[in-house]
């Protein structure tokens, strides 16, 4: 039944495109997806992969390929790879950027191919999330050296890290950048859905502080940690508070053992909002309620928050999505403009004035030993990327 369904999927997709004449080498682009699959770029060891694509922007002919020392900052080996590409129309220079690291390791991983789809063996993640984006833009930029079509200059960051919270983009020395746009390829399976919102971000940490007794002897000379913790939590609002809103507490860690009043507790959890006004009322509630808790209790609280990824916001007219939604017209898809829950390196971008669109990649079930990449959407997000490439250098050379 999936097989069927992904193949009346693959047809209704080639009947929608019917007009349009494919551009990249999907062979080629594919060939290049397993090679990187297969190399092991996850728990901080990313030093092969950026060698590798490295290699690739030099061979492509970029004017310069800089791979930083992000690592000596974050840890970890390998750095985010820098390259620039020249135009051949007066446009603007775009940012093309993916993401070379995996949320898990891949050691040991078996690659299967078929007809309609890449996976494993189900041992290891796939880590289409997010080598599928790296090879669909050295795939685009291979074609347009290749066809010699008219393109816009070009800035490619290849970032190390970006699972571990965005730590390479955060890291990269974004004074390198001319590119104040760009297109982020690390959206998910259907090709023509384009992330054009996500939430600000904030990760809190309390620990509360009371007294250690014997539970059985003298409870009434303990002060009890864990309580404190929750009543804080028990009046606070959690899961999903609203369109724009989650709140989530993740991580409780406390106590030594069942006869002793624990003496300390720390908590770990997260705000997301679309909203950042909503995010500023939630830290301060939430501080507030802790602080309370901890008085009641005649216990201290140290509340620390910190900033994960600041929102993503574009809005429909925004030239780089009017020239997506365009270049996915021009391949036969109408485009969605939705939102995601999650960051990427868009929200890294986006702190320091450069604003993305985040585009797909055709990778379904990521962060799962079943993730896969379905073919026939690899190639449609491929396309897709190559002809707003087109449409960016286009819409600025007519004016």
Not at 69 to 76: V, Y
Not at 85 to 109: Q, R, W
Not at 195 to 224: D, M
Not at 250 to 257: K, L, M, N, S
Request: net charge negative.
């Amino acid at each position: 039944m999936r097989r069927l369904i992904l193949l009346l999927g693959f047809w209704w997709c080639v009947a929608w495109a019917s007009d349009y004449q494919p551009l990249l080498n999907r062979e080629r682009m594919t060939a290049l997806f397993i090679e990187m699959a297969k190399i092991e770029s996850g728990s901080e060891n990313e030093a092969a992969m950026t060698e590798f694509v490295a290699k690739q922007l030099r061979e492509l002919g970029a004017e310069s390929v800089i791979v930083d020392e992000a690592s000596k900052q974050i840890g970890g080996t390998g750095g985010n790879v820098f390259a620039r590409f020249k135009g051949t129309v007066n446009a603007p220079p775009l940012l093309l950027n993916a993401h070379v690291d995996t949320v898990y390791s891949t050691e040991g991983i078996q690659v299967i191919r078929e007809a309609d789809e890449v996976r494993t063996d189900g041992k290891t993640i796939l880590g289409a999330d997010n080598k599928a984006g790296v090879a669909i833009i050295l795939e685009v930029i291979r074609t347009l050296k290749e066809r010699n079509l008219p393109h816009p200059p070009l800035e490619v960051v290849f970032t190390v890290r970006e699972e571990k919270g965005l730590l390479g983009a955060k890291a990269f020395d974004t004074s390198l950048l001319q590119a104040r746009t760009g297109l982020v390829v690390d959206g998910r399976e259907d090709p023509n859905a384009l992330f054009v919102a996500s939430p600000t971000h904030w990760r809190f940490e309390v620990v509360f502080q009371g007294k250690a007794a014997h539970a059985g002897a003298e409870p009434e000379k303990g002060r009890n940690a864990i309580a404190m913790a929750a009543r804080a939590i028990a009046q606070m609002e959690w899961g999903r508070l609203d369109a724009d809103t989650t709140a989530n507490v993740g991580v409780i860690e406390g106590g030594q053992a069942m006869n002793v009043v624990p003496d300390r507790v720390k908590l770990i959890g997260e705000f997301r909002s679309f909203n950042p006004e909503r995010v500023n009322a939630l830290r301060e509630r939430w501080q507030a309620l802790c602080e309370q808790a901890a008085h009641d209790g005649e216990g201290t609280v140290e509340v620390k928050f910190s900033q994960t990824f600041e929102a993503v916001r574009l809005e429909p007219d925004a030239p780089i999505v009017r020239a997506a939604v365009v270049g996915l017209k021009t391949i036969g898809i109408e485009a969605k403009l939705e939102r995601t829950g999650g960051g990427s390196d868009a929200n890294a971008f986006a702190l320091k004035g450069i604003h993305c669109l985040v585009f797909p990649t055709g990778a379904d079930r990521i962060h799962t030993p079943q993730e896969r990449l379905i073919l026939n959407n690899f190639y449609l997000c491929g396309e897709g990327v190559l002809q707003t490439v087109l449409h960016w250098g286009k819409m600025h050379a007519a004016q």
